[in-house]
């Protein structure tokens, strides 16, 4: 084996390694993401009341008469 079949080989394996490293510590591997935060759910939380709906059209009020 010549010198550059040797040098082609281990360079192929260094950026076999280098790529390997960069898919698991990069954006897009398991150990490149931030932890997602927990969401704290009140464990006492009473359910919301039903809200009365708006009226609809005009509102009528009786006016005194002077």
């Known amino acids: 084996m010549s010198s550059e079949s040797v ?3 281990l360079g192929a394996i260094v950026a076999a ?6 898919v698991v510590f990069g954006p897009i591997g398991q150990y490149g ?3 997602k935060p927990a969401k704290a759910e ?3 939380a009473a359910p ?3 809200v ?3 009226p609809r059209g ?3 009020r ?3 008469n002077q």
Do not use: F, S, T
Request: charged residues 5%; proline residues 26%.
């Open 52 to 54: 009365a709906p708006a």
């Open 42 to 44: 009140p464990a006492a």
């Open 58 to 60: 005009p509102v009528i």
């Open 7 to 9: 040098g082609g080989i």
């Open 17 to 22: 390694v280098v790529l390997a490293v960069a």
């Open 48 to 50: 919301a009341a039903p």
């Open 62 to 64: 009786e006016v005194p």
């Open 33 to 35: 993401k931030p932890p």
